[in-house]
């Protein structure tokens, strides 16, 4: 099918070399189906897609597609962390337990909440592995776990990716302060009143508009890439789902992992974001102030983690530009990417939101089908 992809959507002419590097990304034979949007003052200038939203290539992937985004929907649980925060509900800099009382045992006293937004309170996964992977989906059985477990290192001192738990940890705080469920408050703060078609526990009604998730080839040892199941890393990407076919089933899709299982497309997720990238508000809807995004981008971790393959920056609740990840050439940037190849960025410098995501998965880390998108997207605004 390579190279006889259309290209559909909305592409202001001034950015057109961006549309040709997506459609360059088919021709390649990179895709099968994705999308990819920008915007810049809330407005988007790129809302673009393509492809087939099934390995077989035989249904077009539309306007309205979604898919599992994976840990780009971390993007979307912080920036509900951060309403709290502006609303004066949260504090960064208090510990876990003042809002979740139980979460003080196993010496947790002192966790604070910028310690879970950070991916520093050392809980990358849990002591109680291996688990069934339906394990994941009971709520109050995850958070249970965590309340008792020690953290793996002294927090605040390294990081880990807490590729599920981040979910769970910054879910609960959000659960005790409103009541609500983080895919309930996310729904009814802030993809409705955007008109954000993202979801975090997928109602069945929207099933048929669901890409099927395509697996990059199995890595072996010795592989490039490849990353010990049994290593801190592999425990915390193993918790408890070890393949990504998972984000073909109903039960994956339906429960509520603010982590991991979010699905929408890059304008749903462009959508949320330009809200941030604008300063905290968009149209008529306010999620945050100027103060609060600044809180964000204070440094929580610059270096080479104990159990991470690169160098990290990281604020609270997104990773941070830096020589060794740039991302575009401003400084005020927040970003994070989803297991395979999709991504959020909020450029506050430039007031610019863009997103991409897909359905065939990438084990490369700076993905050559992002890469062309993003430095297109910047040579454009110049």
Known sequence: MAGIIEIQGYCDRKFASVKEAFASNFEQGLEVGASFAATIDGKFVVDIWGGYTDEAQ?????????????????????????????????????????????????????????????????????????????????????????????????????????????????GEVV?????????????????????????????????????????????KPGDLGYISPESMLGRAMNFPVTSPLVARERPFRAAELPASNGHGNARSVARVTAAVACGGKLGGVRLMGAQTINKALLEQYYGTPSSFPMPIRFGIGFALNSKEMPIGPNSRVLWWAGWGGSISVMDLDARLSYSYAMNKMSHAVGDPRVVPLIRALYNSLR
Not at 123 to 143: G, Q, R
Not at 185 to 213: M, N
């Open 58 to 170: 035989t249904k077009p992937w539309g306007k309205d597609t979604i898919v599992c985004v994976f840990s780009t929907t971390k993007v979307m649980t912080s920036i509900c962390a951060l309403m709290l925060i502006d609303r004066g509900l949260l504090d960064p800099d208090a510990p876990v337990a003042k809002y979740w009382p139980e979460f003080a045992q196993g010496g947790k006293e002192a966790v604070l909440v910028r310690h879970i937004m950070s991916h520093t309170a050392g809980l990358p996964a849990l002591d109680s592995m291996p688990l069934p992977k339906e394990t994941a989906y009971h709520w109050d059985k995850v958070v249970e776990l965590l309340a008792i477990q020690k953290p793996w290192w002294e927090p605040g001192k390294d990081w880990g990716y807490h590729a599920i738990t981040f979910g769970h940890l910054v």
């Open 175 to 219: 659960r005790r302060i409103t009541g609500k469920t983080l895919g309930t408050f996310f729904r009814e703060e802030v993809a409705e009143p955007l008109g954000a078609d993202f979801h975090i526990g997928l109602p069945e009604k929207h099933e048929p508009r669901v890409a099927e998730i395509i697996p990059a080839p199995e890595l």
